[in-house]
């Protein structure tokens, strides 16, 4: 049910300058009166539910008399063919002033120096994405959970969300981790509170969206395991969510997944030598089933996030690849057309679910953003010792930068799926 919005073949453009656009959302201050915070049973099915399967339409924001307040246009618009236009307005949080972004991330603390990179904003061909307005997106999640699961990659994307969301907040001191956590690439689960708003949105680390193990080879020694036909263990978090958004691929191309050997399981079953990508494919499917089996989609919304690009030359993560010195996007050539295998499959993947998906495709969006990514500025560097060129990041993005699109497009379905629906009460879904 669920579809690509990438179509392939449309050529794209880099433009120089576009008009900033005022927001079309009138601020929605705090509901003080609703402080009860309400989240899905654990055990709930799709399957105990009758009749056809519909997508929820309870994340929106609406006027009184059942009128939309979204761009007009944009329920129809193709959010994921498009340009990156200059804008001055841009970034959205000023680069330093968010303490959530860790130190892998914070590019220019840790001595970039150029920032043309910041100034880039995602436009869709068709459409303009609705400004993102913090405090609209907020009163749109009310009351619930949103939840990024995933890798390294989807931590980016959450440190991401952590500092837009918070522009929108008048007492900064009423968002915190619940658990006084500081964020960093060693821990696995976050869940950041908005207490005005009654609502969490959390982080779970799942490298591969399934089970990974470990077994003792004949030697005594431990030797880690993939169980593709088993979802992970944090899947009982996931239950509890009402937004989630889901990754795996960038650990799918790293040696022991991508070789195959003695790795991957199915049972008890453990494949002397296994194709990565035949792999990929039964991992996504067994999550998809998890999803078809788990999740309502009249009281939750599913997003999946698509393969974000890596722009190394000269070798890979492991082998010498760089990509300092980029300080512009990627103008033309065959990398704008570049639509991976990996992404092929999610395609097929979703097309096949129960429950519909919505796919965030920010595959040919990331295909120009060879300039976004921390490279060398990866690790703050002590005063007067030179930067390692060694080993660069050119997978992971600076913040702020490119994953803030992705979550501008989150805003953008969240407005663009409630055209003419009326307002409902927070607990009409919950």
Request: aromatic share 10%; net charge negative; glycine share 10%.
């Given at each position: 049910m669920a579809t690509s919005f990438l179509s392939r073949n449309a050529t794209l453009s880099i433009a120089s300058q576009e008009p900033a656009h005022a927001p079309t959302h009138p601020l929605v201050p705090p509901n003080s009166q609703n402080n009860s915070f309400r989240?899905?049973?654990?055990?709930?099915?799709?399957?105990?539910?009758?009749?056809?399967?519909?997508?929820?339409?309870?994340?929106?924001?609406?006027?009184?008399?059942?009128?939309?307040?979204?761009?007009?246009?944009?329920?129809?618009?193709?959010f994921y063919m498009g340009t990156w236009v200059k804008d001055e307005g841009y970034p959205i949080y000023k680069q330093g002033s968010c303490p959530y972004v860790d130190e892998a991330f914070d590019c220019q603390s840790n001595g970039r120096g150029d920032s043309d990179y910041l100034k880039w904003r995602w436009k869709p061909d068709g459409c303009d994405l609705p400004r993102f307005n913090a405090t609209d997106f907020l009163a749109r999640i009310r009351g619930k959970r949103l939840m990024l699961v995933g890798d390294s990659m989807n931590r980016n994307q959450f440190e991401s969300i952590l500092c837009l969301l918070r522009e929108g907040l008048h007492n900064k001191s009423k968002m915190y981790e619940i658990h006084g956590h500081k964020i960093t690439k060693g821990r696995g689960y976050f869940v950041f509170k908005f207490e005005d708003y009654n609502c969490t949105v959390e982080f779970v680390r799942s490298h591969f969206l399934v089970k990974e193990g470990v077994r003792v080879n004949a030697?005594?020694?431990?030797?880690p395991t993939l169980s593709i036909d088993q979802i992970d263990k944090t899947a009982k978090r996931?239950?509890?969510?009402?937004?989630?958004?889901?990754?795996?691929?960038?650990?799918?191309?790293?040696?022991k997944t991508a070789r195959g050997k003695n790795y991957y399981k199915e049972g008890d079953y453990l494949y002397p030598e296994f194709d990565s990508v035949v792999a990929y494919k039964r991992a996504l499917r067994t999550w998809a089933n998890w999803v078809d089996k788990n999740v309502n989609p009249k009281k939750q919304l599913v997003f999946y996030r698509g393969y974000s690009s890596a722009h190394f030359r000269g070798g890979d993560w492991d082998s010498g690849g760089s990509c300092n010195g980029e300080t512009g996007p990627v103008l033309s050539g065959t990398i704008l057309n570049n639509y991976p295998q990996k992404m092929k499959i999610v395609d097929e993947v979703l097309k096949e679910m129960q429950v519909p998906v919505k796919l965030l495709n920010v595959t040919r969006l990331t295909n120009?953003?060879?300039?976004?990514?921390?490279?060398?500025?990866?690790?703050?560097?002590?005063?007067?010792?030179?930067?390692?060129?060694?080993?660069?990041?050119?997978?992971?993005?600076?913040?702020?930068?490119?994953?803030?699109?992705?979550?501008?497009?989150?805003?953008?379905?969240?407005?663009?799926?409630?055209?003419?629906?009326?307002?409902?009460?927070?607990?009409?879904?919950?």
């Open positions: 989240s899905i049973s654990d055990e709930f099915s799709v399957q105990d539910e009758t009749g056809p399967v519909q997508e929820n339409e309870s994340f929106g924001v609406t006027d009184d008399n059942g009128g939309d307040l979204s761009m007009e246009g944009v329920k129809e618009c193709n030697h005594g020694n431990s030797n996931w239950k509890r969510a009402d937004i989630l958004v889901f990754n795996t691929g960038h650990w799918w191309a790293h040696g120009f953003r060879k300039d976004g990514h921390p490279s060398i500025y990866g690790k703050n560097v002590t005063a007067g010792k030179k930067v390692s060129t060694r080993r660069q990041d050119c997978s992971h993005w600076c913040l702020p930068g490119v994953p803030d699109a992705w979550n501008e497009l989150i805003y953008a379905t969240l407005v663009s799926q409630q055209i003419g629906t009326k307002k409902k009460s927070n607990d009409s879904f919950l």
